[in-house]
């Protein structure tokens, strides 16, 4: 069997899916977690902590690969925090000969005046190049699948608001995907000496604005819906009133709707030729998704 690929991150809403799919696909896999005695999901489980520089090197050891699906949005200061992970990180995978890193980044334009949450994403995108080993960036948009907060957010205030007065970004566009069709292209680029140091934005079928996200869910629930946006709710208010209708992490929550302010669609779809498949549309991935949340697989 070849070296192994390590999935730091391994618990998390992508991470839990990705390690299951990499084993089917033939890999072995190390499972990077904070706490291997309790882990149960896909792989063998190895103890690291991004946040401590020191745990790195022993997992990493002998893998040719290693995915980075780390976050730290639940802290207030989680550019600080993300930003000294991902270099110790990088470097820590240099120094063990890792030869591609895979990360999973935000979609969002360059040229726009990107959030906070988004301008952390791509500083990570570069930090963990920082050691000298290629880096393989998937920027996504919302990610629709049980237990991602972005879904979450979407599908709860959906359950608890027939009616909604909201703030000014339920019309920003965004291009959301299945997260099964992440994990697809994830698996994908793995390996692939074409993808090393390479940037690909990933997304559904579909561009939609959030409002749009919000009764198309709502008539696949049959709940009554009523949208009227006003111009007055700041993302700081929005993640206030999110933390009222919704149990997402508050301080994630409210990382999340400044980023609702960016539009953040497909410019560059070359990772269709790379990882040819056809995404599921959005209808298709919120079914899934609702379907996993009652039947509680994959959930948080």
Known sequence: MS????????????????CPALEQAGHEVRAMTRHPDTYTGAGEPVHADVHDASTLSAALQGCRAAYYLVHSLASKDFARLDAEAARAFGLAAADAGVEQIVYLGGLGSDDDTLSAHLRSRREVEGLLGSGGVPVTV???GIVIGNGGISWEITRQLV??????ITP???GTRTQPIAVDDVVRYLVGVLGRTEALGGVYEVGGPEVLKYSDMLRRVARIKRRPLL???VPLLSPGLSGRWLGLVTDVDSRAGRSLVDSM???VVVRDDRIRSLVPFEPL???????AALQEHATGRAGR
């Open 3 to 18: 070296s192994p690929v390590l999935v730091a991150g391994a618990c998390g809403f992508v991470g839990r899916r990705l």
């Open 138 to 140: 998937l920027r996504a």
């Open 159 to 164: 359950d608890h608001l027939p009616a909604m």
């Open 168 to 170: 000014r970004w339920v």
């Open 227 to 229: 949208i009227l946006p």
């Open 261 to 263: 302010t960016n539009e």
């Open 281 to 287: 549309g959005y209808d298709e991935a919120v079914r």
